[in-house]
């Protein structure tokens, strides 16, 4: 195993972690914008950026793919409930008007 990923995170780390961990309901709102189609690409597109404001924040490029991982992780959790909870209200909002 790398010394590297038995080590905390550097302060540099940490600034980069806040951001994106903080940045991802508005994220998440923009990929959900997309249509189910491209929403894949989106997805990938918030990818690199991710990964490039890791290497911006000094991320090594190990720490960054780490990192950047994770977050993608959170990112798709927190799509998939919203568009869970949207399927939800549109079939509330489809019963009650029927």
């Known amino acids: 195993m790398h010394v590297e990923l038995l080590m905390a995170p550097a302060e540099d780390e940490k600034l980069f972690l806040r951001a994106a961990v903080d940045s991802i309901p508005k994220v998440a709102e923009i990929v959900c914008g997309f249509s ?5 690409g989106a997805l990938g597109a918030a990818e690199r950026r991710f990964a490039k404001a890791a ?5 090594s490029e190990i720490s960054a793919r780490l990192r950047v991982s994770a977050i993608m992780r959170l990112l798709r959790r927190q799509v998939k409930a919203r568009q869970t909870s949207e399927a939800k209200l549109r079939a509330l909002l489809h019963s009650s008007l029927n």
């Open 36 to 40: 189910p189609e491209d929403q894949s």
């Open 55 to 59: 290497r911006d924040y000094g991320c």
